[in-house]
């Protein structure tokens, strides 16, 4: 087994890890860096081998990109409302690593590929990696701080299908969907989609375009069809989304990011300020759920099981996942074309699938659209709950479940007492909880551990502002920058954001890390606790102009005005016999 030593290491090279190594290597340039990736390129859910034709982005060309390198804008037919094909991000993000580089080094030189990170733990005050290479060789990285940004869409959740083993036909989760031949191959003709979100319907619309007979499958025991936003809403998506990014519509959510100005509290807290609101996500969720228009389409979309896909819960609780439509002619190619199902899977067979309304489907192909789960398996047990890190309900001690409840229910009702809108939420499904939420300090920061940061474990719209702005806290958390409130307040503070997540979010919130229209607040906020301001606009501008990444060229600058540069290495963390096992760069025969 080989061993090596870094001062930092970085777990993923998905937007979140990049933009983490680069803003840390721009503060300690001399520093020894590692990067682990599981796959063999960089990109995470963007990386080359995951995208496929139908696969766009969620967010405006505008807005996807680095602050310090825009992007190429793609040719125009791969443009649909100014969001565009996702191969182009994948390429975006291989051009910027070859293009980052301190001390003769690269992003690229620094990203051990192929990397498949098994365990984690520490001992001393180190912590220690330790994860099969290519050649399945295991090898253990020894790092005092680690940053890990292995994100929220690296393990698929496969749905476990009773009779699987008898069926004899690829079963294939949208992760290795672009990778698969089930659309370029004869031998599957009949396509079976599992899921309701956005990623079953790239699935499903892919599938159609490529001359398949699909049947589309969504649970009964499930929160139900997405919300896909078309260019018949009365606002098209790039309208809603750059809306949804600047200060003053965002407003329009109860949000423990917004200040608790006078506009607010009118909005929140008198009986005007809340018909307001409630009108507005009326009109939007009405816009949204006419445009496909589901029941008026005659009888061949009736019988195909169209009206199937109309949303169970109004748009604003988002307790379903949600998308935008990136091609034209989505709807009228699901309402002719697709038969929807919503019903359970009661048993397959040799290349059939059996559904509790009855009905048996035979299938060449399954592909799951169903989802993903935390990849944080590494962690060993112990750690888990003392990081604030999802774990299984029955496995976090009882004193810690005991603190958090009381602490929770204190915080529920703060919430409610702000939010009053959020006290009467609709009828809905509530998924079961088995886990615990995240319960990190800004969603990165564990409580009590300053030597480990987690980013990109948040759910928002995009990324890529997200990223760079978690990269700073993270850095200035790691090197003792920030100024923290004393634990029980910190302890609080995460308390009232779980709480307000379930509320505000129903099933999707009690994961503890979703806040989909609150990115600009967020890092508004993670900017003023470090005492930055050079994203900001000038009275007006501030407040009615979108945020996005751009808006961020200078907070390298003001950051380290503020805090300095320097290598910032603590060599004394390593025991005496490890000190002369560092060396100027990771060991890349590893890989």
Known sequence: MGSQTVDIAVIGAGISGIAAAKFYLDIHPDCNLTILEKDESVGGVW??????????????????????MPMTRPPEEDIYNESFKAKYT????????????????????????????????????????????????????????????????SVPKMPTLP???????????????????????????KVTVLGGAKSAADLVYDSVKAGKSVTWIIRVNGTGPGFFVSLESFLSPRAIYLLGTSRIISTLSPSLFNADSLWNRFLQRTKMGRKQLSN??????????????????????????FDKLKPHTPIFWQNQGAGLINRPDFWDTIA????????????????????????????????????????????????????GIPQPLEDLPPDQAQIWDALEKDADRAVLERFPF?????????????????????????????????VGHVLVANYFRVAECQAVWATAFLDGKINL?????????????????????????????????????????????????????????????????????????????????????NKDIFPSSQKDQRSSGADRSTS
């Not at 699987?164 to 599957?188: C, M, R, T, W």
């Not at 359970?344 to 192909?365: C, F, H, M, W, Y």
């Open 47 to 68: 990386n080359s081998k995951r995208v496929f034709d139908t696969f766009y982005t969620q967010s405006p060309f505008s807005t996807w990109e680095f602050s310090d």
């Open 90 to 153: 994948s390429h975006y993000l291989e051009e910027y690593i070859d293009k980052r580089e301190w001390n003769g080094q690269t992003l690229r030189d620094r990203i051990v590929f192929n990397f498949d990170v098994q365990r984690v733990i520490k001992e001393n005050d180190v912590w220690l990696i330790s994860g099969k290479n290519a050649s399945g060789e295991t090898t253990t990285v020894q790092a005092p701080k680690v940053i890990v940004a292995s994100g929220l869409t």
């Open 163 to 189: 009779g699987q083993e008898a069926f004899g036909n690829p079963i294939i989760h949208q992760k290795d969907f672009g990778q698969s031949n089930v659309l370029s191959s004869d031998k599957y003709q």
């Open 280 to 305: 507005f996500w009326a009109a939007l969720h009405k816009s949204v759920v006419d445009a496909p228009n589901f029941d008026g389409r005659g009888a061949a979309a009736q019988n195909n099981g």
């Open 336 to 387: 002719q074309n697709v038969q929807v199902h919503h019903a359970e899977i009661t048993e397959l067979q040799r290349g059939v699938v059996k559904l509790s309304n009855g009905q048996e489907v035979p299938a060449d192909a399954i592909l799951c659209g169903t989802g993903w789960i935390p990849s944080l398996s590494s962690f060993d047990q112990g750690l888990l709950a003392e990081l």
């Open 422 to 454: 959020l006290a009467n939420p609709p009828k809905h499904y509530h998924a079961p909880v088995t886990h615990t939420p995240y319960r990190l300090y800004n969603g990165i920061g564990p409580l009590k551990d300053c030597s480990i940061a987690f």
């Open 485 to 569: 409130p004393p634990l029980e307040q910190r302890r609080k503070e995460v308390a009232l954001f779980v709480a307000w997540c379930r509320r505000r979010y129903l099933s999707n919130g009690d994961r503890g890390h979703w806040m989909s229209a609150e990115q600009t607040g967020y890092t508004d906020r993670l900017f003023h606790g470090l005492g930055l301001s050079s994203h900001r606009r000038f009275w007006l501008w501030d407040s009615f102009v979108p945020s996005s990444g751009k808006e961020l060229h200078c907070v390298r600058a003001e950051y380290v005005a503020k805090f300095g540069r320097d290598a910032g290495i």
